[in-house]
């Protein structure tokens, strides 16, 4: 019996869809264009969702969702990545603040310490909140990790949960260095208005303060003249004041999902190297200003 063309069309159409969830890898972006390369099929089907042109699109594909093909420098700063994160004690963090508290105590001037002391601990916590969004977006990284966080948070969102990542490194790290640069002002003979304290935006608005103790003065400086803090400012006033375009990267590979770019002021940064990069900085200054602390106060 001979086919109908309407039947011969639905079972091309059948076999281009097979044969494209066998060898497929899509990049998504915000306006709805796909790149492909070539990748290994994996059993499991998932649903993607993006918006093209304002029309919600909606595709099954016969792979698993995974983060992004990786290979030489980018695969060995992933290594170096998850190692740095293996080897990373939050303790240290909270140590350094007490040891800076104990120094102002010692040395500071005495009005201002009882101030001073619970905004550095403050700090201190916030990246400690940066820290557990690095594990988070690493562990998002795997099936496994991306169960084990279902347990425990019971968000069924992977979507969410990456946001979340994103959202909290950027804005604790931001909120650690503006609670030092608070304390910076307190230290400073400065008296903040009622209810909130000064921060690294006033610092930039208002200059700087000639009683500004020497190495928190270049601690300050150094700050704002950063790259990377200017990066760390973009990314988290886009995620807490406008929407953030996700490139989502799909790949084959067991047991593995995926971490997407976020785009930042038009430029798109994978996400666990985005988070990566502000715990690092947020760290970096806050060692910084711990020395700066006991250099001044000696």
Known sequence: MRASPKGTLIALLIRSMRVASSWFVSTV??????ICTSCRPESRPIALTTRVRNRRLS???GVHRRSLAIGGDRAAGVVRSTLDLVNKNPRAVL?????????????????VVG???????????????????????????TEDGWHDLQRVLGVNSYDIMEAQAFIVASSSVMTAIDLCAAAVYRLSGGT???????????????GDRDETPPALQTWLSDVLRSAEQSLLERARHQAVHRSTPRVIK????????????????GTAHPVDDLI?????????RFDAFCDSVASDYT
């Open 29 to 34: 972006t915000r306006s709805g264009r796909a």
């Open 59 to 61: 595709l099954r594909l």
């Open 95 to 111: 140590d350094a603040a007490s040891a800076a508290s104990a120094r102002l105590e010692k040395r500071g001037p005495a009005e």
């Open 115 to 141: 101030h001073t002391s619970p905004l550095i601990s403050w700090a201190a916590f916030h990246l400690g909140a940066a820290f557990a969004a690095e594990v988070m977006i690493e562990r998002l990284g």
């Open 192 to 206: 903040p208005a009622p209810g909130r304290e000064y921060d690294l935006g006033d610092w930039r608005r208002h």
């Open 250 to 265: 799909l790949t084959a590979g067991a047991h593995r999902l995926p971490a997407s770019e976020f785009v930042v002021d």
């Open 276 to 284: 990566a990069r502000f715990a690092r900085h947020g760290e970096n």
